[in-house]
């Protein structure tokens, strides 16, 4: 079992900065692939970024790309995900996952890594609100 909890989200005004973390406790963390995803009111839940059990590999959304990044720390079992220049469309909940991988080292293609249905475990999210 693993439980994930985010951070750092709030309120930023727009062309701003934000840092989510998100913290993992249980099984071993260097066992996952990670990903962000958010959810805007009315909307699907929509893939932002993944990042691989090594942190080799990422792979963005056409619509953050340029503009947040993924990275991890094993040492610390936390993934981050790191927000410039928002805007009012980047607005909505933010949720890391985790992807178990069952064979040690494998690195998952974007088609995979993209789709919620490819992670196990979810934290409870963590609301962003971008300011006009």
């Known amino acids: 079992q693993v439980q994930l909890v985010e951070s750092g989200g709030g309120l930023v005004q727009a062309g701003g900065s934000l840092r989510l973390s998100c913290a993992s406790s249980g099984r071993t963390f260097s066992s996952y692939a990670m990903g962000w995803f958010r959810q805007a009111p009315g909307k699907e839940r929509e893939f932002v970024a993944h990042?691989?059990?090594?942190?080799?590999?990422?792979y963005y959304a056409v619509s953050v790309k340029g503009r947040f990044t993924i990275s991890r720390d094993n040492a610390k079992n936390t993934v981050y995900l790191q927000m410039n220049s928002v805007g009012p469309e980047d607005t909505a909940v933010y949720y890391c996952?985790?992807?178990?991988?069952?064979?040690?080292?494998?690195?998952?293609?974007?088609?995979?890594?993209?789709?919620?249905?490819?992670?196990?475990?979810w934290g409870q999210g963590t609301q962003v609100t971008v300011s006009s």
């Open positions: 990042i691989s059990w090594s942190g080799t590999t990422t």
């Open positions: 996952a985790a992807a178990y991988l069952h064979s040690s080292g494998t690195y998952l293609p974007y088609y995979r890594a993209s789709g919620a249905d490819q992670y196990d475990y």
